[in-house]
C-alpha cells in the first residue's frame, strides 16, 4: 500500500499536460492543448487537456479524467502503478508497505506479465556483466558494435546464457510461475509422455544477446534477441511471440527513450533494426525508432502520429529491399503524414554510417539527402523502366496510386503537380488516372459497406430518439457550477412568495450576496431537493464539504481523493463546453459568450428552472390520483391550482411562456 502522504505528493507534483505531453503532441488551443486521440484513430484533434483544471477528455472516445486515469486508460496501470510511474518522473520517494505473498498472487495476469517480463531483463543485464560468458561473448559483442557502457546500461541490453534451462531455473527459483514464463514466450513448454508431471522447460532466448523491447511508459513488453552463432538452422533475430502485453504490429522498439524528441524536433526517424536505433541514440539523434523487422503497420504510425506528423524513412544502400518497403510509404501517406526518405551509400546501413561518423556529418547527409517520397519514388523506379514504355506506364500508375492514398487535396493537387514535371508528362493525364483509381477506391469501399450490411436484416420499426432527461440535465449542471464556480462570492436576487393587496400570491425580489456553494445548497434545501441521480448526489455533497471546509478549493486536489469512476464523471462534465474550442469558432468571427460574464443569474435559471421540472411532475402526479371519481378530489385540485399559479411565477420569471 502506497501511504496517503506519499500520493499528494504525486498528485501536487504532477502536470497533466507535462504527463501527457510524454505519449501525445500536444497544441496550445485558447488556455488547454489539444491533440489527436490516443484511444482511436483519427486526423482530426478531439482530445483536449485543460492545465488549469488538471484533467482531459477524449471526445472520440467518450475517456476522460486525471493525470492517473490517463496512464490507467493509456498503459493499463493499476492505480499503484500509475502513481509509481509519476513518483519515478517526478523524482518523488514513496512510502510503501511490503507486499505480502498473498497480495502478489492476486496480482492480474497482465501485471504478472510485466513483472516476469522485468525481472528476465534485470536477469539478462546481469548475466551480461556479472557472467564470464556473458562478458565473454554478450559483451565483447556489443564492445565491438561500438556501444558505450553507458548506452549498454540506458537500453537495458543483456544475455542469454546459453543453457536450455539457465533462464527458466532462475525465475522459477525467484518465485515467478512457469505460467507467466510461459504467456510472455520466455520459456518454451512441452509435455513429456513419460513424466506428465513434470513438463519439458526451454529457454526461448538461450545463446542470444537480448534487446528489451519498452512501451511508450518504458515498461518491458516483450525481447528481441540475436544469435552469435553461424547456425543455419536458426533464425538471426528472434522476437517474444505475441501476447497479452506484447504486440509486435502496435509497438516501436525505441519509443520510450525517443517520444521526447520526437516531439520536440517535430520529425521521427524510421529504421529497420534495433542496433540502428541504439547507434543513432548514442550519436545524438534521439528521434529514432525500429519497427523492428517487421512490416510497418497502420498502428505503428499512429503511434507516431500522436507525436509528429513528420516521418523520414532511412533505408540503407541495398536497394533489393527498397520497392518492398514502399507499401510501408503509401501506409504512412494514408494517415495524412509527411513522409521523406533517405538512403546511405551503397554497403552502409543506418547502424554503420552512425558509427562511422560523426554527429555534425549524419545530421548533414540527412539534411542533403533526405528526399521527398515523390522524388524518391519517381527516381527509384525510372531507373528500372529507362526503356520500357509500358513499364514507365506502369510507374507513372504507381506514383499517382501513392498520391491517391493523401486525404488532403491541396497536398494531392502540388504532388500531381511534382510528378508530372519529373515524368515529363501532361498534368491533365495525371489528374485523369488519379480520379481513375479515387472512383475505383470509392466504388470498392461501397461494395464492402454493402456486404458488411447483408449480413444484418435492416429493421423497419427503429425506435424513436431518446427525450432529453431534463432532471439529469439540471442535476448536472449543478455540479458543474459548483465545480467551477463554487467558492464564487457572487450578488443574487432571491424571490420570496408573498400576497399583494389584491390578494393575488407574486415573488418579490429580494438582494443578498453569498458564495455560488451556499445559495445553492440553501435554495435546495429550504425546497427539500435532493438529487435523484446517484453519483451526481454523492459528487454533490462531496462538493459541499470540501467548499465548505477551504477556501482555496482546487479541482485537482480535490479529484484526487476521489475513485476513477468519479473523477470520468466530472472530467466528463468539466471538459464538455470544452469541445467546441476544438472548431475555433473565433477564425470564423464567432465569440462565445463567457460564462462568468453571468454566473449568478446561470445560478439562479438553473436553480428556478429545476424548481419548475419538479413543479409540473408533482401537479401530474396530482392530476393522475384525481381520476377516481369516487374520492372527494377538491383539496388536490385546489392543490394543483397553487402549483399551477407558482409554476406560471416561476416560468413569467424565466421569460418562459407557458402553453
Known amino acids: 500500500m502506497i501511504s496517503k502522504s506519499s500520493i499528494d505528493k504525486v498528485y501536487e507534483s504532477a502536470r497533466l499536460e507535462e504527463v501527457i505531453g510524454d505519449f501525445v503532441q500536444l497544441k496550445k488551443s485558447g488556455s488547454n492543448f489539444k491533440g489527436l486521440s490516443p484511444f482511436s484513430d483519427e486526423r482530426t484533434p478531439s482530445f483536449m487537456v485543460s492545465p488549469v483544471k488538471q484533467i482531459w477528455?477524449?471526445?472520440?472516445?467518450?475517456?476522460?479524467?486525471?493525470?492517473?486515469?490517463?496512464?490507467?486508460?493509456?498503459?493499463?496501470?493499476?492505480?499503484?502503478?500509475?502513481?509509481?510511474?509519476?513518483?519515478?518522473?517526478?523524482?518523488?520517494?514513496?512510502?510503501e508497505t511490503e507486499r505480502t505473498d498473498?497480495?502478489?498472487?492476486?496480482?492480474?495476469?497482465?501485471?504478472?506479465?510485466?513483472?516476469?517480463?522485468?525481472?528476465?531483463?534485470?536477469?539478462?543485464?546481469?548475466?551480461l556483466w556479472e557472467s564470464e560468458l556473458g562478458k565473454a561473448i554478450g559483451l565483447t559483442y556489443f564492445k565491438e558494435r561500438g556501444f558505450t557502457d553507458e548506452t549498454i546500461r540506458k537500453f537495458g541490453l543483456g544475455y542469454c546464457l546459453d543453457q536450455w534451462d539457465g533462464f527458466t531455473n532462475a525465475?522459477?527459483?525467484?518465485?515467478?510461475?512457469?505460467?507467466?514464463?510461459?504467456?510472455?514466450?520466455?520459456?518454451?513448454?512441452?509435455?513429456?509422455?513419460?513424466?506428465?508431471?513434470?513438463?519439458?522447460?526451454?529457454?526461448?532466448?538461450?545463446?542470444?544477446?537480448?534487446?528489451?523491447?519498452?512501451?511508450?511508459?518504458?515498461?518491458?513488453?516483450?525481447?528481441?534477441?540475436?544469435?552469435?552463432t553461424n547456425d543455419k538452422k536458426a533464425a538471426k533475430y528472434l522476437n517474444s511471440?505475441?501476447?497479452?502485453?506484447?504486440?509486435?504490429?502496435?509497438?516501436?522498439?525505441?519509443?520510450?527513450?525517443?517520444?521526447?524528441?520526437?516531439?520536440?524536433?517535430?520529425?521521427?526517424?524510421?529504421?529497420?533494426?534495433?542496433?540502428?536505433?541504439?547507434?543513432?541514440?548514442?550519436?545524438?539523434?534521439?528521434?529514432?525508432?525500429?519497427?523492428s523487422g517487421t512490416a510497418l503497420t497502420p498502428e505503428q504510425i499512429r503511434l507516431i502520429n500522436r507525436l509528429t506528423k513528420n516521418i523520414t524513412v532511412l533505408f540503407d544502400g541495398d536497394a533489393a529491399g527498397l520497392r518492398a518497403s514502399l507499401r510501408g510509404i503509401d501506409l504512412i501517406l494514408e494517415q495524412g503524414m509527411n513522409v521523406k526518405v533517405c538512403t546511405f551509400p551503397e554497403g552502409e546501413d543506418p547502424d554503420s554510417f552512425a558509427k562511422n561518423n560523426e554527429l555534425e556529418e549524419i545530421t548533414?547527409?540527412?539534411?542533403?539527402?533526405?528526399?521527398?517520397?515523390?522524388?524518391?519514388?519517381?527516381?527509384?523506379?525510372?531507373?528500372?523502366?529507362?526503356?520500357?514504355?509500358?513499364?514507365?506506364?506502369?510507374?507513372?500508375?504507381?506514383?499517382?496510386?501513392?498520391?491517391?492514398?493523401i486525404p488532403d487535396r491541396i497536398q494531392k493537387e502540388i504532388y500531381i503537380q511534382e510528378c508530372a514535371q519529373i515524368m515529363n508528362i501532361s498534368e491533365a493525364v495525371l489528374f485523369n488516372t488519379l480520379a481513375q483509381i479515387s472512383k475505383k477506391?470509392?466504388?470498392?469501399?461501397?461494395?464492402?459497406?454493402?456486404?458488411?450490411?447483408?449480413?444484418?436484416?435492416?429493421?423497419?420499426?427503429?425506435?424513436?430518439?431518446?427525450?432529453?432527461?431534463?432532471?439529469?440535465?439540471?442535476?448536472?449542471?449543478?455540479?458543474?457550477?459548483?465545480?467551477?464556480?463554487?467558492?464564487?462570492?457572487?450578488?443574487?436576487?432571491?424571490?420570496?412568495?408573498?400576497?399583494?393587496?389584491?390578494?393575488?400570491?407574486v415573488l418579490e425580489p429580494e438582494s443578498l450576496e453569498s458564495k455560488v456553494f451556499e445559495k445553492i445548497f440553501l435554495d435546495l434545501q429550504?425546497?427539500?431537493?435532493?438529487?435523484?441521480?446517484?453519483?451526481?448526489?454523492?459528487?454533490?455533497?462531496?462538493?459541499?464539504?470540501?467548499?465548505?471546509?477551504?477556501?482555496?478549493?482546487?479541482?485537482?486536489?480535490?479529484?484526487?481523493?476521489?475513485?476513477?469512476?468519479?473523477?470520468?464523471?466530472?472530467?466528463?462534465?468539466?471538459?464538455?463546453?470544452?469541445?467546441?474550442?476544438?472548431?475555433?469558432?473565433?477564425?470564423?468571427d464567432i465569440y462565445p459568450k463567457d460564462k462568468k460574464i453571468g454566473v449568478a443569474q446561470l445560478v439562479s435559471e438553473t436553480i428556478l428552472t429545476l424548481r419548475c421540472y419538479l413543479i409540473k411532475k408533482r401537479m401530474e402526479a396530482l392530476q393522475n390520483s384525481t381520476e377516481d371519481s369516487t374520492i372527494d378530489n377538491r383539496e388536490t385540485l385546489e392543490e394543483i391550482m397553487n402549483y399551477l399559479q407558482l409554476n406560471k411565477l416561476l416560468n413569467k420569471k424565466l421569460n418562459r411562456v407557458l402553453s
Open 526 to 588: 429550504d425546497d427539500e431537493i435532493e438529487l435523484t441521480n446517484p453519483q451526481f448526489k454523492n459528487i454533490y455533497y462531496k462538493l459541499i464539504e470540501a467548499l465548505n471546509q477551504t477556501e482555496d478549493f482546487a479541482i485537482n486536489t480535490f479529484i484526487a481523493d476521489l475513485d476513477q469512476e468519479m473523477v470520468a464523471e466530472i472530467s466528463s462534465i468539466l471538459m464538455e463546453e470544452e469541445k467546441y474550442t476544438l472548431h475555433n469558432w473565433e477564425s470564423k
Open 102 to 127: 498473498e497480495q502478489k498472487q492476486e496480482a492480474n495476469e497482465r501485471e504478472s506479465m510485466y513483472l516476469v517480463s522485468e525481472f528476465a531483463q534485470t536477469h539478462f543485464a546481469q548475466m
Open 364 to 405: 548533414q547527409y540527412l539534411e542533403e539527402n533526405s528526399k521527398d517520397f515523390i522524388q524518391f519514388k519517381a527516381s527509384l523506379l525510372v531507373k528500372e523502366t529507362a526503356n520500357d514504355p509500358i513499364k514507365r506506364a506502369d510507374t507513372v500508375r504507381d506514383i499517382v496510386h501513392s498520391i491517391s492514398k
Open 171 to 228: 525465475a522459477l527459483d525467484k518465485g515467478y510461475k512457469l505460467k507467466y514464463l510461459e504467456k510472455t514466450g520466455l520459456t518454451i513448454v512441452k509435455e513429456d509422455a513419460n513424466n506428465p508431471n513434470n513438463p519439458r522447460k526451454f529457454d526461448r532466448f538461450k545463446g542470444r544477446v537480448m534487446f528489451p523491447i519498452h512501451s511508450m511508459s518504458g515498461r518491458v513488453l516483450g525481447f528481441g534477441g540475436r544469435i552469435l
Open 441 to 505: 477506391d470509392i466504388a470498392d469501399a461501397s461494395k464492402k459497406v454493402k456486404q458488411e450490411h447483408k449480413a444484418f436484416d435492416v429493421v423497419k420499426n427503429e425506435p424513436l430518439p431518446q427525450k432529453v432527461d431534463v432532471q439529469y440535465e439540471l442535476e448536472r449542471k449543478i455540479i458543474e457550477l459548483l465545480l467551477l464556480y463554487g467558492n464564487r462570492q457572487e450578488k443574487f436576487e432571491d424571490l420570496i412568495l408573498k400576497e399583494n393587496e389584491e390578494g393575488d400570491l
Open 57 to 95: 477528455k477524449d471526445f472520440s472516445s467518450g475517456k476522460g479524467g486525471n493525470v492517473v486515469a490517463f496512464l490507467m486508460e493509456h498503459e493499463h496501470f493499476t492505480y499503484p502503478e500509475a502513481i509509481k510511474y509519476l513518483a519515478k518522473k517526478y523524482n518523488i520517494e514513496i512510502e
Open 241 to 291: 511471440p505475441e501476447s497479452d502485453i506484447y504486440h509486435k504490429s502496435k509497438v516501436l522498439y525505441g519509443i520510450y527513450y525517443a517520444k521526447q524528441s520526437i516531439a520536440k524536433e517535430d520529425n521521427c526517424y524510421l529504421v529497420e533494426g534495433y542496433t540502428d536505433v541504439v547507434q543513432f541514440h548514442q550519436r545524438g539523434i534521439h528521434n529514432v525508432v525500429a519497427s
